[in-house]
Nanobody, 120 residues
Framework: QVQLVESGGGLVQAGGSLRLSCAASGSVVSNSIMGWYRQAPGKQRELVADITRASSTNYASSVKGRFTISRDNAKNTVYLQMNSLKPEDTAVYYC??????????????WGQGTQVTVSS
């Protein structure tokens, strides 16, 4: 049982910055990957970035060099620093936590989503 709560979304002009936060509570296991996904209207939900407990990261090519994901294990919190925002970054951003309770089994938990709108 894991709950994820996102914050930090909002409206920003192109070229601006936002910092998203996601705090996990409940029975959080140490061996997990936390990440950010986004979904724009009419589009599939896509991975933006994720990070392991050891801070190994992956980024979508569209955000490399602009976004930075980080993780505070002591606070069970993941962040997404978004710089040089573009209108195409507009989407609902969802926090995700994935963990493996046993070999071959993956569980996923999702936050409620936070709206990011980038105006041109």
């Amino acid at each position: 049982q894991v709950q994820l709560v996102e914050s930090g979304g909002g409206l920003v002009q192109a070229g601006g910055s936002l910092r998203l936060s996601c705090a996990a509570s409940g029975s959080v296991v140490s061996n997990s990957i936390m990440g950010w996904y986004r979904q724009a209207p009419g589009k599939q939900r896509e991975l933006v970035a994720d990070i392991t407990r050891a801070s190994s990261t992956n980024y979508a090519s569209s955000v490399k060099g602009r976004f930075t994901i980080s993780r505070d294990n002591a606070k069970n919190t993941v962040y997404l620093q978004m710089n040089s925002l573009k209108p195409e970054d507009t989407a609902v951003y969802y926090c995700n936590l994935a963990y493996w309770p046993r070999v071959g089994v993956q569980n996923n938990y999702w936050g409620q989503g936070t709206q990011v709108t980038v105006s041109s």
